[in-house]
């Protein structure tokens, strides 16, 4: 087998590890924080996934949870202020490659 030929498999085959983890995670929407908070308050008890991310001397606050079998992110410059009844993860890092998709 050539070089080519195993590059070429290997993408074909890390392209299908990625397609069959969009089709296990569903769907993810992106909102404004505003309608984010909106939708933590619809739930009785919100699980959020959170995180921070820096760039040089900016920070991004990264959101998700899920509201009848969706997801949903949000992202904002300053720290969302979450309902009490909200339980909270801290993630190290959402990965978000496929959010960069707009629809």
């Known amino acids: 087998m050539s070089d080519e030929t195993t590059v070429g498999a290997s993408a074909a085959a890390a392209h299908q590890r990625i397609a069959k983890a969009t089709k296990a ?12 908070l909106t939708i933590l308050n619809k739930n009785e008890k919100p699980l959020v996934v959170n995180t921070t991310s820096s760039f040089f001397s900016s920070k991004s606050y990264r959101y998700l949870t899920a509201y009848k ?10 720290p969302l202020h979450l309902p ?18 707009v629809f």
């Open 25 to 36: 995670s569903g769907a993810i929407i992106r909102v404004k924080p505003a309608d984010f």
């Open 69 to 78: 079998g969706l997801i949903f992110y949000t992202k904002d410059n300053d």
């Open 84 to 101: 009490s009844k909200a339980e909270v993860i801290e993630a190290d890092k959402i990965w978000n490659k496929e959010l960069l998709v």
